[in-house]
């Protein structure tokens, strides 16, 4: 049974980096075809894909995002890991890592196989 487990600090202040890990247990981050995404929901709006890595090592990102989005990864310990620069308050929401069987780009429940269980983030000085 694949696992997701997020990790991080809970509170980030304004023009920091945020750095998030997902570990992994039950499957390799390097399976065939497997995408291993990061998403968040901040408080009152939907799900944002924010971008993935994929089993090849290949990453994806958000345009909205992709200035100051980092994904990669780490295969001795089965992780992978987000980085997010310059944070500001809008960046506070509930962070999630989920796994997926292709490139899906926006964020429904339904359209990931597995999901952690999410870390809250706030930017705050």
């Known amino acids: 049974q694949v696992q997701l487990q997020e990790s991080g600090p809970g509170l980030v202040k304004p023009s920091q980096t945020l750095s998030l890990t997902c570990t992994v247990s039950?499957?390799?981050?390097?399976?065939?075809?497997?995408?291993w995404n990061w998403i968040r929901q901040p408080p009152g709006k939907g799900l944002e894909w924010m971008g993935a890595?994929?089993?090849?090592?290949?990453?994806y990102y958000s345009p909205s995002l992709k200035s100051r989005t980092s994904i990669s990864r780490d295969t001795t310990k089965n992780q992978f890991t987000l980085q997010l620069g310059s944070v500001t308050p809008g960046d506070t929401a509930v962070y999630y890592c989920a796994s997926s069987k292709r490139l899906i780009t926006l964020a429904t429940i339904d359209r990931y196989a597995v999901w952690g269980q999410g870390t809250q983030v706030t930017v705050s000085s």
């Open positions: 039950g499957d390799s981050i390097t399976t065939y075809y497997y995408y």
């Open positions: 890595i994929a089993s090849s090592g290949s990453t």
